[in-house]
């Protein structure tokens, strides 16, 4: 069973920084699709990154240049690096693991302030 663990989010100005993280339970890390994806109040869940096994990135085009996506597959940990924040970046952020199936971390709290 695939656990995911997210951490890294909080309350941030416009303009600012933060990273989120996201640790994976099980064997099947390194051969899965990783995505970052997010839910701001009232609107759909989208996708905003992912990663594929051997590095492949791609990107919503509404953080395209300002988020970067990477893996550490010796630490089963993807990471989502978040420049230049707006405040329209604030949503619960979610890791996602697809390899068969699809999982699910419990997400974490972006807030980004004026």
């Known amino acids: 069973q695939v656990q995911l663990v997210e951490s890294g989010g909080g309350l941030v100005q416009a303009g600012g920084s933060l990273r989120l993280s996201c640790a994976a339970s099980?064997?099947?890390?390194?051969?899965?699709?990783m995505g970052w994806y997010r839910q701001a109040p009232g609107k759909q869940r989208e996708l905003v990154a992912a990663?594929?096994?051997?590095?492949?990135?791609n990107y919503a085009d509404s953080v395209e240049g300002r988020y970067t996506i990477s893996r550490d597959n010796a630490k089963n940990t993807v990471y989502l690096q978040m420049n230049s924040l707006e405040t329209e970046d604030t949503a619960v952020y979610y890791c996602?693991?697809?390899?068969?199936?699809?999982?699910w971390g419990q997400g974490t709290l972006v807030t980004v302030s004026p």
């Open positions: 996602n693991l697809r390899h068969q199936k699809q999982y």
């Open positions: 099980g064997s099947e890390f390194s051969i899965a699709v």
């Open positions: 990663i594929t096994s051997d590095g492949s990135t």
